[in-house]
């Protein structure tokens, strides 16, 4: 099993950023997957989660800003972030649920 973030990097407050997680070795498309952040001296938290149907849920901190989606034909997991602000500084980590796998996690910087 893998998963392989990318995508993560600095930008400016109000900018945005499109994270990516590759998956293999297992069935992605009957897998719900999330996404995970952790800021420096913080808990890891949940972002947001899809499940294999499409429907997505997110935390309170970034809903309406943030946008999971998913590509079945491609194993691939997406994050679109806009209107990022300071406190979405963080690893990201994409996470296959059930299984509990978790990718290496992609460093967002947002400061100006």
């Known amino acids: 099993v893998q998963l392989v973030e990318s995508g993560g990097g600095l930008v400016q407050p109000g900018g945005s950023l499109r994270l990516s997680c590759a998956a293999s070795?297992?069935?992605?498309?009957?897998?719900?997957m999330g996404w995970y952040r952790q800021a420096p001296g913080k808990p890891r938290e949940w972002v947001a989660t899809?499940?294999?149907?499409?429907?997505?849920n997110y935390a309170d901190s970034v809903k309406g800003r943030f946008t999971i989606s998913r590509d079945n034909a491609e194993n691939t997991v997406y994050l679109q972030m806009n209107r990022l602000k300071p406190e979405d500084t963080a690893v990201y980590y994409c996470?296959?649920?059930?299984?509990?796998?978790w990718g290496q996690g992609t460093q967002v910087t947002v400061s100006s």
């Open positions: 996470r296959q649920m059930a299984y509990d796998y």
């Open positions: 899809i499940a294999p149907s499409g429907s997505s």
């Open positions: 070795g297992f069935t992605f498309s009957t897998s719900a």
